[in-house]
């Protein structure tokens, strides 16, 4: 991991001052982030991602946002749960928080459903 993506994680993680409680923790080579105990978003180089469901994802894709992707042998392997926020957006604490809390939402839901279909 480069310095460089540890000072961005560092970036980051002053933009998401606001929330209490957010954690980050190295990953793959990255950093994921962590809220009430849910992963929420990655970092990865120079790129924050956040969770998205098939309700929130169209608003990335608005945006003009891809998905995470890495190479994989002599393939691209898209993630399609995790898209990059903007660096506009990530610049601007307020609207960087709100998103931030609506994918932290996102990742509560799935951590729930998935405890649901677990018990059945």
Excluded at 26 to 39: C, E, M, T
Excluded at 70 to 80: E, L, P, S
Aim: with cysteine.
């Amino acid at each position: 991991m480069s310095a460089g993506s540890a000072d961005y994680a560092e970036f980051v993680m002053d933009q998401l001052g606001a929330l209490r409680g957010v954690v980050s923790k190295r990953f793959f080579g990255g950093f994921a982030l962590y809220a009430d105990g849910v992963q929420f978003a990655l970092i990865m180089g120079s790129s924050l991602y956040f969770l998205v469901d098939d309700v929130t994802r169209p608003a990335y894709e608005r945006m003009g946002s891809t998905c995470f992707s890495f190479m994989k042998q002599d393939r691209r392997v898209d993630v399609r749960k995790y898209f990059v926020v903007p660096v506009e957006l990530i610049e601007d604490q307020d609207q960087l928080v709100a998103l931030a809390k609506e994918s932290i939402r996102t990742a509560a839901a799935a951590k729930r459903s998935a405890k649901k279909r677990a018990r059945k």
